[in-house]
């Protein structure tokens, strides 16, 4: 697992430029790679470089991936649904294929296959992975999801659990181990590690902590504002809400920055501050990017 960078903050303040920044000067010393799990790329466009789900290289040491997260979510919903006919063989009556393309729509989905992603992502050999995220409301809501998820999971694993043990006394009671099913036998789970429940839970457990471990204690995570109230508003509230989740933010960014005012003076007591200044043309391209990207050393903290 390669250590992580994630850039937090307000929609256009600067999130894609600064990890595209960081990623290049990483890339000078480590394998990197550089990926956006913002369903609106443009990433690709920093770059001045065609991007898709695959590694491209963009220099020595440094790839891009733009995650398709259409895709991930339309995976995850067919897995979804082939698991759930194979553990419950009765819902076969219901014709769960026609669902799947309204349940792209449920809420949360998106949230959860940006989180696929991101999973995916962190067990590859990287010794950096920097994470374009999507603006501060949805990626927020993607941090926090493992935690919420893992607080759900064990509930449903105790439940789960009760489940079996009921189903045991009732075997043991009128020696009957399975049931008909569409005129076949069907054998029923009374042991965790036969149930196909309990074991998904398990392997969705698993998931979840590696991911939670990743973020808590493999990863940095950078406000970006810019010298204006309402990204610094909108930045004060994702930090208070990833600080109730144990996550807390390594330092922040100051992007566009022209002059010292309020805002900036506010931005500076969250933590360790640097200031990007206001470029007269919009910042793309490596060479351009590395200029950056030596600013964001003083907070990133990395080993060079
Ligand atoms: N320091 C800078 N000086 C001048 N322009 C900048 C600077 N940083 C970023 N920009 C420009 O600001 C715009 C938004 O930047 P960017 O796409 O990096 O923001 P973002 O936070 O990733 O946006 P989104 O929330 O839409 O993903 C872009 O046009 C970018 O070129
Ligand atoms: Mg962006």
């Not at 390669?2 to 999130?15: A, M, N, T």
């Not at 063989?89 to 949230?111: M, Q, T």
């Not at 043991?172 to 036998?185: H, L, P």
Request: with cysteine; charged share 30%.
């Amino acid at each position: 697992m390669g250590r992580g960078y994630i850039f937090i903050g307000k929609g256009g303040v600067g999130k894609t430029t600064c990890s595209a920044a960081l990623a290049v000067n990483l890339a000078e010393n480590h394998r990197t790679l550089i990926a956006s799990l913002d369903p609106a790329h443009n990433l690709g466009d920093v770059y001045g470089v065609r991007l898709s789900e695959k590694p491209t290289k963009i220099s020595e040491n440094l790839f891009a991936i733009e995650v398709n997260t259409d895709l991930l979510t339309k995976k995850y919903l067919e897995r979804t649904v082939s698991r759930i006919r194979g553990m419950y063989s009765y819902l076969k009556v219901l014709n769960l294929d026609r669902y799947v393309d309204s349940l792209k729509y449920s809420p949360g989905i998106e949230e959860y296959s940006i989180l696929e992603g991101l999973t995916d992502l962190i067990s590859l050999d990287y010794d950096h992975i920097v994470l374009d995220m999507p603006p501060t409301g949805l990626t927020v809501r993607v941090l926090t999801l493992p935690y919420t998820a893992l607080i759900w999971i064990e509930k449903l694993m105790e439940l789960r659990n009760e489940i079996l043990s009921r189903r045991k006394t009732i075997e043991s009671v009128t020696g009957r181990k399975c049931v008909i099913i569409d005129g076949q036998e069907v054998k029923i789970p009374v042991e965790e590690k036969e149930d196909p429940v309990m074991v998904e839970l398990k392997e969705k457990r698993e998931k979840m902590e590696l991911v939670r471990k990743f973020l808590s204690e493999k990863c940095s995570i950078f406000l970006v504002a810019n010298p204006e109230p309402l990204s610094l508003f909108e930045g004060e509230r994702a930090i208070d809400a990833l600080k109730n989740f144990g996550m807390k933010v390594s330092g922040v960014i100051i992007n566009k920055h022209i002059q010292d005012n309020e805002v900036t003076a506010r931005l500076e007591k969250i933590g360790k501050t640097v200031k990007v200044p206001l470029l007269s043309s919009h910042p793309h391209g490596v060479d351009m990017l590395r200029e950056i990207g030596k600013l964001l050393f003083d907070v990133a903290e990395v080993d060079k």
